[in-house]
């Protein structure tokens, strides 16, 4: 909070009887009040907006001369890890395009490494230029369907109460547990009541009712219009999504009117950094929704203010006396074309970035892959049955299908004409050393193996592939590496991104990690497969909380029923 | 917070594997969310909603066809003492009307019996039904050019943070302290920064934004259309009051828009029993909106959603699961004709009423008109001076003007036909005695005098009347009764309405104050006087931080030079 002595300096420089500390002169700045364009310039005093619409002197000055001025943008929901950096890398890569606060759930890391991965975030959070808020990671593991690297409980929870840039209970993913009343979800449910984000793919109804009724506030699973509008017609904040595997924009921008907009909010999820350097963030989910059409207000709304407010953080998202100097200068306002960016009132340039302190230290995240190498023969499946279950994937959606196909008795092999793969997870925590066999239909693979330490929630290793020897070979590449992605063909590892921190995270620079994944992603498309992101696909597959079928390293899991096949 | 148990009970009947509490059959919900309609059933659960859309059965049943239900309204700034009644009396006449929530600043009491009278209003907010949330009055006294009867200091505040009902700082009335740096004020603000109303009438350009960057969230002193204009698009919530003397509903109507709605608040500041009475409260306001043809969601919206939204209380402002059941009934939707309302899940009739504890006790309150008898000789004005100072009313309005009128030399008189009459403010708080005489233009009186103990904000006797003998008759009798308001003509006491609690406040029922007040009234009206509130007009003119020219006890106060004339 602001001291008595910070206050009195803003009041003088905002009064004009001290020069400010910055001055953007010249702005137009977009008023997100009410929609209006307010000329003039922009006085900063430290970290804070202290006037408006009035000439100012300051010590330094910006010509910000045809810029249209807007507030910072907010990325509701993400998954730093899935962008394959750590939190400083990742505000490195999306500061510079306008999001000056994000919200993020480190449950992937959590997920091998524990409690010690949150304090990590926060270490990290605190230091930070842009404002990451940690949600608190809700259901390590996820399920009991899997075995992950460590756990998060309810006592571990409740050490971070309280504490800086903790944003409350991560996505509440255990839709059972709630609607079941499970005690150590409902424990967790108490703690946070009323600050928990939600998680519940095609929940509706009376169900629906429950969920929300539990105190969790919003949800960013919706991938139909119909289901987004039931939920936030309940109360909840609808978080439109636009991840690299999930993306919700197209489908649910009907819902972006200045009606709906204090309901609404934009989140990325899960986005690697070739998405991000091809996409954007969420200054790219601003011009999509400008160039189809959407009212502005709501839009810009929706990119900090709204969810914001919903979120009681104060003085977040409106260029006001008051409010944190989190700016973003356009020079093109109809595209969102992001020309510079102020983060609470300094430039976002290398010097900025140079200014933090060290990043906290990533040891503990090393070595994470303890599991022993396998040969071909722990790939081999064989049964009398005919009908298998297979896992059937849909491009661009994390949704999948519970496909049910007749192969032949005997040993069952991957076929290609058919566009069968075999899929197996395999438990990397050094816990149990679980293994799970099954078979996917999607990836129009002709040969070879893709593998993943990446593989959610549990990040157990998970392979894909036309053969048992590749997909010995790519796992075994991974425990090589101590993890990664990995592209075997014909017995050579032909692809290999390594990600030494928690099997999950990189520890180069973005760019390099940007360059790592095209080189990954051209190895993959050898194999024939012609998805935009195999590896996404993959890595969500063991995930047993999103319908219909999945593979965990307990076996395959069918959702609806809640009970291995 | 719900404990772990009633979030089970809520998740239980909500999915409906347990009846509901209560039902609300067959009703028609407006939606805020996106303003649509919802029809069926709403069921609750203790205080909270826990489903909407679907059927239930329930415990209790309310057949609730043919009426839309919309969440409860806010009144987000008021002086209850203003109502002349107490906090469980203010609950009786409000509540019925619709009003669930109100922010209240007992900053009237507060001048006459200091931090007890705080203490008092948050024992009461922790045994009504409704929520009365306290801000903490902010300046007591005022300003240094009063006598309070008491003060409230930064320690005494900085006692109360955290406690449950507080909300923050109440209405930053000392402009010229916040601007100028007052030690005392900055110290207040650190306390509370970001949680502070505001009071700032007439402020704009730079100074206004130092108000504003200074912590202050809102205002609800805007009379002209542009002045509420910058207000809000500088990021203040702008409360659009509507009061017994202080009208701005008609002015500020125009903002009513669904793009504003989320910085617009509804108020009502300072109402009598009778206003309440003929003109109804927040749901007033709302059918005047609607019956100009204002966007019914962004009325709705502002009736509560909104201001409770800014304010950081959560579960707020809508119809839908989660939320708190205060729910209005409407018979009429367009004509916001309130059937009946849900309060934290209960109907509200005089068995719920009933059912409180016992009202704190008043004791504190009582004689608290220390001051001895007057005689007309103290009313006596001799000066040579020919121009003189005149205060110039403004019906329905706060603002006075600055007048300056010939007077003869000599003994000064009221004059009828001038209307001019005399003006004096004396201390009853036992401090000093003083007393300051001066004149007044606007009251239209031809003859008595009218006096209260109400004179904002420090609370001293106030007297206007056209000779001296019927002035000292008024203020005698206001002596005796132990405050209230006085009406004498040719030396006989012709009205008294007695307000023994801190002479603010009856201790009787608020439909026998509604009584009493058409009474007093109409003794009013026998002077001459065709003023509609001519006590409230009269109790607005010691108010030193309300422009142009003002009296307090301490002699006639020019507010723009902030100095005594």
Redesign the interface.
């Known amino acids: 909070?602001?001291?008595?002595d910070f206050?009195?300096k803003?009041?003088?420089q905002?009064?004009?009887l001290e020069t400010a500390d910055l001055v953007l002169k010249n702005a137009r700045i977009f008023?997100l009040?009410?929609?209006?364009f307010?000329q003039g310039d922009i006085?900063i005093?430290g970290d804070?907006?202290?006037?408006?619409?009035?000439n100012y002197e300051g010590w330094a000055v910006l010509d910000c001369s045809g810029m249209t001025a807007v507030p910072g943008f907010m990325d509701a929901h993400v998954h730093v890890e899935s962008s394959l950096i750590t939190p400083y890398e990742f505000e490195r890569c999306v500061l510079p395009h306008g999001t000056t606060t994000a919200v993020c759930d480190p449950h992937e890391i959590s997920n091998v490494c524990g409690p010690a991965a949150l304090e990590y975030f926060l270490d990290c959070a605190a230091n930070m230029r842009m404002d990451l808020l940690v949600a608190l990671s809700s259901c390590v593991p996820a399920t009991d369907m899997e075995t992950a690297g460590a756990a998060i409980t309810y006592e571990d929870l409740r050490g971070f109460v309280g504490k800086p840039c903790v944003a409350g209970l991560a996505e509440l993913m255990n839709v059972p547990g709630?609607?079941n009343?499970d005690?150590s979800v409902?424990?967790k449910?108490?703690l946070f009541?009323?600050n928990i984000d939600g998680h519940a793919p095609l929940l509706d109804?009376?169900?629906?009712?429950?969920y929300?009724?539990?105190?969790?506030c919003n949800d960013h699973e919706s991938h139909e219009l119909e289901e987004a509008?039931?939920k936030?017609?309940?109360?909840m904040t609808v978080f439109i999504r636009e991840g690299s595997v999930a993306r919700n924009l197209d489908e649910l921008m009907p819902l972006v009117?200045?009606?709906?907009a204090?309901?609404l909010a934009f989140c990325t999820d899960d986005r690697n950094p070739k998405d991000i350097a091809e996409n954007g963030h969420i200054d790219g989910m601003v011009a999509r929704c400008l160039a189809a059409g959407c009212n502005p207000?709501a839009v810009y709304?929706i990119a900090c203010?709204s969810p914001a407010?919903?979120r009681?953080l104060?003085?977040k998202g409106?260029v006001?006396?008051?409010?944190f100097a989190d700016i973003v200068l356009l020079s093109d306002f109809d595209k969102c074309q992001v020309a510079s960016v102020i983060c609470k009132g300094r430039l976002v340039n290398d010097e900025l970035f140079a200014s933090r302190k060290p990043e906290p230290s990533t040891e503990i995240f090393r070595n994470s892959v303890k599991c022993k190498k396998v040969t071909a023969e722990d790939f081999r499946i064989v049964s009398y049955k005919i009908e298998m279950p297979v896992i059937g994937i849909r491009e661009l959606s994390l949704l999948t299908d519970y496909l049910k196909l007749d192969m032949p008795a005997g040993e069952k092999k991957a076929d290609a004409d058919r566009d069968i793969a075999k899929i197996a997870v395999l438990e990397r925590h050094g816990k149990n050393g679980n293994r799970a066999l099954g078979f996917v239909h999607g990836f129009k693979m002709q040969k070879g193996a893709i593998a993943s330490t990446v593989g959610h929630d549990s990040h157990n290793i998970c392979v894909v592939g036309m053969n048992d020897q590749d997909m010995a070979c790519a796992v075994n590449a991974l425990i090589d590496a101590q993890g990664g992605f990995a592209v075997a063909i014909d017995g050579q590892v032909v692809g290999l991104q390594p990600l030494p921190l928690g099997g999950l995270m990189s520890d180069r620079d973005y760019k390099t990690v940007h360059a790592s994944s095209e080189q990954l992603q051209a190895a993959a498309a050898k194999t024939g497969c012609p998805l935009e992101s195999p590896f996404l696909q993959l890595a969500f597959l063991p995930l047993p909380v999103i319908p219909f079928l999945r593979i965990t390293d307990k076996g395959v899991f069918d959702v609806a029923n809640w009970s291995f096949v």
Chains 1, 2 share one sequence.
């Open positions: 909070m602001p001291t008595a206050i009195a803003c009041i003088r905002a009064r004009g008023n009040a009410d929609g209006s307010i006085a005093c804070r907006i202290v006037g408006i619409g009035e709630v609607l009343l005690p409902l424990a449910i108490e009541y009323g109804g009376k169900d629906l009712n429950a929300i009724a539990a105190g969790v509008r039931e936030f017609r309940k109360g009117t200045i009606e709906n204090p309901f207000l709304r203010f407010l919903q009681s104060k003085y409106l006001a006396p008051g409010y």
